[in-house]
Structure formats: C-alpha cells, structure tokens
C-alpha cells in the first residue's frame, strides 16, 4: 500500500496547481460560510428597506437581516407589529436610522435596554447632515416645537460617534433621509460592519470583505448617477415630499418645491393649488409622485400647466428587499428624473 500510495499523491500534488491550492488550503472558511450560516448566523434586526439592504451586503454569506418597514408600508407612517416586537426581543443586532424618521421604534428600543447592540446610524461618522428647509415653495412644519429653529442651526449636525443613547436627541433638526447620498451610505456602512464585527467576531473576515466590495460598488454608483443627472441639472422641478436633499446636495440639482413636507399629513386644498400656481410660476417641467402618496394630487397640481408627470420611489416602497435595493433605488431616482426632465 505504502509504495503506490505514495507516487500516487505525489502526482496529484503536482497535477493541482499552486494558484489553486494554496488559496483553497487558506480561505475555506469564507468558501463554505454560506453553506454554514442557520448556526452561525446572529438575528440582526433593521428598520428601513435602504438600511436592510446596506446590512444585507455586509451580511452575505452569514445570514440575512431581518427587515421590519417591509412592502409598500413608508415609515413615515408606520406602526411596530406584534410580529416586529418579537424579532426586536430576539435580535443580537439592531440597526436604524434614529427617531427623526422611526419615531415609531424609540420606545420599543428604550425597553429593550442593553439586550441587543443597538445602532443608531444618524450617529455615524463623516454623515453629511442636512437641516430641514422650510418656507418658498416648501410647506412649513406645523408640527409644534420639536423642529422649532431647525432651518437656523446649518450643516454642521454632527453628533458624537457611536451607538449610545445618552445624547439629548434633537429630533427633527435634521433632515433624515440620509441615505440618498451614496456617501453617507458609506458612512453608515462602516458602522455597520464595526457593529457586526464587534458583535459577531467569528464572522469578521467576511464582513470586511463584503464591506469593502460595498465601498467599491458605491464609489461607482456615485460616479454613474453624477453622470445621468448632469445633463437635466438645472430644470426646475417639484416632488412629492421633501425627500431628496441629499440627493440634490450631492448632485448639484435643486429641487423647486415639494407638495407636502411630512407625508403623514395630506395636503389640503388650498395647499394644492398654492403649488398649482408654484408650477405655473416657476415653469416646471415635470412634478413627481411617489408609489405610496396619493397620485390623484400630483394630476391636479399639474392640470393646465406644461409640467409633465413622473414618480420617484425614495423609500422603496415598490422595490424588493435585498443587497441590490440600495443600487436599484438610487438609479432609480436619476433614471426617473432624467426621463422626466429631458424630454420636457
Ligand atoms: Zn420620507
């Protein structure tokens, strides 16, 4: 036996290449990860479809996040589930935005205690904050103190760093549909992966990897969209709700007005046709609507004008959950204006 065996591996060895073996002997852990993650995977919880998909990315090949604000449901407007409550009781790792947009989950958190690692990802480093605008053709908040002297307070909303909740939360001061910015995207990517690093360590090599994959594919991203949208930059037009700061910020676009700052609040009549007028006034070329607010409001406020209709989907209510999503929604977003803003 010895004496055939042994010529016999010698061949093999020579036959596999050293390109091959060496990186098979190495990573077999990342290799099979996949296959391994029921038992491995820790429960990680996230609010929003454009923060799940974040997560996911960093995630792939351990396990997928559990996404509460799921199918066309805005968070806007949205109330926790029983369903949501226990995944919020099982989960090791939680991620949201912060209560200016999940009001929704402040208090289940506040009673989960030290449970779970909780995220607050408006924390993260290096986000670029924008304060709400009000007045123009943008509808005042009217929605008592909370966001009283928010539109004097500048840029400059950086918080500490990190996950605590020992901070005086200025709700409101800020505008906080923060990830349609592809850098702070990758921004709160990074706390993403310390946070899954921190609580999952096991898992480290391939939430890095994943998250510099990430970093790559939005630094793309970012240079796709500056090249769609920058031949119909300067057509002034009007959104649904008061969404796309950040994408305006980091474009150089400039939306005109939006028909109603907080979608919890239906425009009134009177509201309408102030920005039925606005459209006039301003000569825009397209007014658009979003999937999951009233449509019918969009025609009547574009009813005798020159404007043209389109839809943006900034919270990606019609969009599947998954690593693709955050791409999907954000070439969605130039896509739709392009279309819309280039042929008026
Ligand atoms: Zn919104």
Request: proline content about 7%; hydrophobic content about 45%; some cysteine.
């Amino acid at each position: 036996m010895k004496r055939t065996l042994g010529p016999a591996l010698k061949i093999l060895a020579f036959k596999i290449p050293l390109a091959f073996a060496l990186p098979a002997l190495a990573v077999p852990a990342l290799l099979f990860a996949g296959s391994m993650r029921a038992a491995d995977a820790p429960v990680v919880v996230t609010s929003i479809k454009p923060i799940h998909s974040l997560v996911a990315a960093i995630m792939q090949g351990v396990g997928e996040p559990e996404l509460i604000v799921d199918g066309a449901a805005s968070p806007h407007t949205y109330s926790l589930k029983p369903s949501n409550a226990r995944a919020l009781q099982e989960a090791k790792v939680i991620f949201w935005t912060g209560p200016g947009l999940e009001a929704f989950l402040e208090k289940p958190l506040q009673a989960l205690g030290s449970k779970a690692s909780i995220a607050e990802l408006d924390h993260a480093p290096g986000l670029v904050k924008l304060p709400f605008r009000e007045g123009g053709a943008f509808e005042p908040h009217e929605d008592g103190d909370e966001h009283q002297g928010a539109s004097a307070e500048g840029e400059d909303h950086d918080h500490a760093a990190g996950t605590g909740h020992d901070d005086d939360h200025d709700h409101g001061a800020f505008d906080t549909h923060l990830w349609l910015d592809p850098m702070n995207a990758k921004a709160m990517a990074a706390v993403i992966t310390t946070t899954l690093v921190a609580a999952d360590p096991a898992n480290a090599l391939t939430y890095q990897a994943n998250a510099k994959a990430l970093d790559d594919k939005l630094t793309a991203l970012d240079k796709e969209i500056a090249a769609t949208v920058a031949p119909v930059k300067d057509k002034p037009f009007i959104v649904f709700h008061d969404a796309y700061q950040y994408f305006e910020h980091r474009y150089g676009i400039r939306v005109a007005g939006s028909i109603t700052v907080s979608p919890e609040t239906i425009p009134g009549a009177e509201r309408v046709s102030e920005i039925h007028r606005k459209v006039g006034e301003l000569g825009a070329t397209c007014v658009f609507a979003e999937p999951q607010f009233e449509p019918r409001l969009v025609n009547v406020v574009i009813e005798g004008t020159n404007a043209r209709s389109g839809v943006l989907d900034p919270e990606a209510a019609t969009l599947k959950a998954g690593p693709d999503l955050y791409f999907t929604l954000m070439r969605g977003i130039a896509d739709s204006m392009k279309d819309c803003l280039s042929s008026a």
